[in-house]
């Protein structure tokens, strides 16, 4: 297998950090696809135009594709469920179609939001139940691309950060931007668990796994990856508040459900699988979201 790696999303929060590390690595040649945001190297497709997106991978050829295009904003698609079918679903069927046209390995990003939150830790065969629209989206994602391929990959990741393009890029690092405005007072969630993964190590784990196809490792159906540190988003504000030495006195942290479509409590990922074939490393929040909130603090934010 050639060392060619095709990436969706490639504009976007997680899909940027996978095509800079691919980018980077002079072993391997990249193609990155964007739409929206499409600059630079990265090559304007819409993956919901069938026939646009078959004539780019046949040109390209890749060994690999990383699916990671998606609308991920949950309360965005409850009211834009036809647009997210579209792209969530559809546009993934016809990446499936192509990659087994090409002989591509497809490895789909998915999220533990196919989980309802009740009974954490999920392992890798747990039982989904979504709570809302967009992990019922993802989730019939999953289904389509093993229907497809049942060799096929897929990458459930959870909530992310990383480095930005603008801070709300970010669910995590919008958090900042009433950290740093003590003008007001604010009520952050401090009811749903969550475990804030950088992008930058879900990039990493992917190399691993594709450096790994290509000695011969059989890696097919599901994964999970996930930061090791457990936190609400009150809780991710005060790691916050220490590591730049804020006030946080202005910020109440509320124990009630977060408004809007339902989120799962605690949909904490099992990663065994992928650590028990030495795939995957952590950075410590802490560190990691001050190294991509420095450049906006110090411009003022």
């Not at 991920?72 to 192509?98: F, G, H, I, S, Y």
């Not at 890798?124 to 093993?146: C, I, M, T, W």
């Not at 952050?188 to 475990?195: A, F, G, I, K, P």
């Not at 930061?227 to 009150?234: F, H, L, P, R």
Request: glycine letters at 6%; one cysteine or more; a neutral charge.
């Amino acid at each position: 297998m050639e060392k060619k790696v095709l990436i969706t999303g490639a504009s976007g929060l997680l899909g940027r950090a996978i095509y800079r590390l691919f980018e980077e690595d002079p072993t391997w040649e990249a193609l990155g696809l964007a739409f929206s945001r499409a600059k630079g190297k990265l090559c304007k497709v819409d993956l919901t135009d069938p026939q646009a997106l078959e004539k780019v991978v046949d040109e390209f050829k890749p060994s690999f594709i990383i699916h990671s295009a998606a609308e991920r904003r949950p309360d965005m698609v409850e009211k834009q469920e036809e647009q997210t079918k579209n792209l969530n679903v559809m546009a993934t069927k016809n990446l499936c179609q192509a990659a087994v046209k090409n002989n591509a390995w497809l490895l789909y990003m998915s999220t533990d939001y196919v989980f309802d939150g009740k009974s954490p830790p999920y392992s890798v065969d747990a039982k989904p139940n979504p709570l809302n629209k967009y992990g019922q989206s993802k989730l019939d994602g999953e289904k389509v691309v093993l229907e497809c391929n049942k060799d096929f990959g897929i990458l459930r990741v959870p909530i992310l950060y990383g480095e930005l393009e603008f801070i709300k890029e970010s669910a995590v690092t919008e958090l900042f931007t009433k950290l740093t405005d003590t003008s007001k007072s604010f009520v952050v969630s401090d009811y749903e668990q969550r475990h804030p993964t950088h992008t930058r190590d879900v990039a990493k784990v992917i190399r691993q796994m594709l450096e790994k196809k290509l000695e011969g490792q059989a890696l097919s159906g599901v994964f999970h990856w996930s930061g090791n540190e457990k936190m609400t988003k009150y809780g991710m504000i005060c790691t916050m508040a220490s590591v730049f030495n804020l006030p946080h006195s202005h910020i109440q942290g509320d124990n009630q459900p977060t408004a809007g479509a339902p989120r799962p409590y605690d949909a904490e990922l099992d990663s065994s699988r992928l650590q028990s074939l030495n795939i995957g490393s952590y950075t410590l929040f802490g560190k990691g979201v001050h190294e991509c909130l420095e450049p906006f603090y110090k411009q003022g934010t």
